[in-house]
């Protein structure tokens, strides 16, 4: 069964930090290129980071720039989201998710992803 997981989501005080996970299984990621992705109430899903097959091809949402780091790691089949100087705006639920292929311009594009996480929960508030 083809399955991506996040993990490490939680609640944390504005200004602090959360590691996501994003780990694979049924499938090897090394052939995908990965994104995370996030959903806050009453809001459309917006494209948060990416990082190609290539390291290191990346690119992030002009919001998170300079504060998320995307990581991949092949050997564990896991890519991680690296999110530091948490601001309430950040509260969201966040999905990784798996594409085999798809232009790099266009890694905002959530239908060109074939496999889906079920979410984590990232709350920032004090």
């Known amino acids: 069964q083809l399955q991506l997981v996040e993990s490490g989501g939680g609640l944390v005080q504005p200004g602090g930090s959360l590691r996501l996970s994003c780990a694979a299984s049924?499938?090897?990621?090394?052939?995908?290129?990965m994104g995370w992705f996030r959903q806050a109430p009453g809001k459309e899903r917006e494209g948060v980071s990416y990082?190609?097959?290539?390291?290191?091809?990346?690119n992030y949402a002009n919001s998170v720039k300079g504060r998320f780091t995307i990581s991949r790691d092949n050997a564990k089949n896991t890519v991680y989201l690296q999110m530091n100087s948490l601001k309430p705006e950040d509260t969201a639920a966040y999905y990784c998710?798996?594409?085999?292929?798809?232009?790099?311009?266009?890694?905002?594009?959530?239908?060109?992803?074939?496999?889906w996480g079920q979410g984590t929960q990232v709350t920032v508030s004090s």
């Open positions: 998710a798996a594409r085999s292929r798809g232009l790099f311009s266009l890694w905002r594009l959530d239908t060109t992803y074939n496999y």
């Open positions: 990082i190609d097959t290539s390291v290191p091809s990346t």
């Open positions: 049924g499938f090897t990621l090394d052939d995908y290129a």
